[in-house]
């Protein structure tokens, strides 16, 4: 159990068009999703805390106008990257928290802006 | 603010030894701490959580210990194996998020 799939798991975009990732929990509700950028031979950084059927909370420094983040139900949430350049190549991984103590991460999705 | 460190960045062994991956932390105020496996352009893989009222926990070849008080976690690695060639997070739960750790890269050769 505790299955969190991406979709999609690569995708290229020309600069300028915007891309939407989805993250789904597929066995489990999930009121809270997270959503992690990692660049290459680095960390993962928390983007924003995604509540269902409210706003998602931003992490400092974060644009939340350009990663807008939906989490219409309990097993859904949304990233979309708006207007992409390049420097918002990156590894997207989102993670759902089944109970109080534990998440549950999808498998990334490379997103490369030409 | 918590800081997450891990030592060493990255580590390279002959097959068979038994390794040590350090992970310091500097609030000791956490829930939880997690070790996970990350393989290159893959997602993440839960190895251990260890809860905060606990000191270890231990699957198979894996053997993670924290001692909150002084903001330390190690994982062991017994007997390693080129399949054990991966990169090593650890993360640590307060605040309702997860804060992760800079990794260890971890290349065992045969």
């Known amino acids: 159990g505790a299955v969190v799939s991406q979709h999609p798991s690569w995708v290229i975009c020309k600069s300028g068009t915007s891309v939407k990732i989805e993250c789904r929990s597929l066995?489990?509700?999930?009121?809270?999703m997270f959503w992690y950028r990692q660049f290459p031979k680095q960390s993962l950084m928390l983007m924003a805390t995604s509540n269902e059927g409210s706003k998602a909370t931003y992490e400092q420094g974060v644009e939340k106008d350009k990663f807008l983040i939906n989490h219409a139900s309990l097993t859904l949430s949304t990233l979309t990257v708006t207007s992409a350049h390049p420097e918002d190549s990156s590894f997207y991984i989102c993670?759902?928290?089944?109970?109080?103590?534990?998440?549950?991460f999808g498998p990334g999705t490379r997103l490369t802006v030409l | 603010k918590q800081e997450v460190t891990q030592i060493p960045a990255a580590l390279s062994v002959p097959e068979g030894e038994n390794l040590v991956l350090n992970c310091s932390f500097t609030?000791?105020?956490?829930?939880?701490l997690q070790w996970f496996r990350q393989d290159p352009g893959k997602g993440l893989t839960s190895l251990l959580l260890?809860?905060?009222?606990?000191r270890e926990q231990t699957s198979g070849r894996l053997n993670a210990s924290l001692d909150k008080s002084s903001g330390r976690s190690t994982l062991y690695i017994a007997a390693s194996q080129p399949g054990d060639s991966a990169t090593y997070l650890c993360a640590v739960h307060n605040t309702d998020k997860l804060i992760f750790g800079t990794g260890t890269r971890l290349q065992v050769f045969p």
């Open positions: 993670s759902a928290r089944r109970d109080r103590l534990e998440q549950f």
């Open positions: 260890i809860q905060s009222s606990q």
């Open positions: 066995d489990f509700q999930a009121t809270t």
């Open positions: 609030d000791s105020a956490i829930y939880n």
